[in-house]
């Protein structure tokens, strides 16, 4: 499969949010077939990009309404909305990618489960392939979102989000 890709401008927090919520209708309520396949989400970019802001405000559009808190010390935060199992996961401080297999996360990635995982890289060559990859970066005060789809899925995904952007914000 081709590798599809879209880019956002993110304004401000609000927006940012609103790329989150995107994210929940694509992987929640009447599409969460999808994520019943299994998801992997790569969030990518710099400290203070925004990565867990989008995670929170798609966690919080599903309904989660306990802290939401960043995993950078605990390396994952688990959550349960409906049937499904979503992983937050934050590799900041792995030393090294071997970390990943040891401290037995591979058990999390599967079916009805979605895995959002801030610091791919810093697990690289022990994690499936993402099926969507967000890559967020600030230029001045804007942020930018870059996404790829790189299966089919991801592309599902990818679709949704791409409608939901493009609708007027509520």
Known sequence: ???LFAEFALADERATARLGASLALAVGGEAAAIARQGLVVALAGDLGTGKTSVVRAMLRALGVAGPVRSPTFTLVEPYVVSSLNFYHFDFYRLGDPEEFSFAGFREMFGKSSVCLIEWPDKAAGHLPT?????????????????????????AACLHRITTE??????
């Open 130 to 154: 993402a099926d969507l990859r967000i890559a967020l970066r600030l230029a001045g005060e804007v942020r930018h979102a870059s996404l790829t789809a790189a299966t089919e899925l991801g």
């Open 165 to 170: 952007m493009a609708s007027p914000a509520a």
């Open 1 to 3: 499969m081709q590798a």
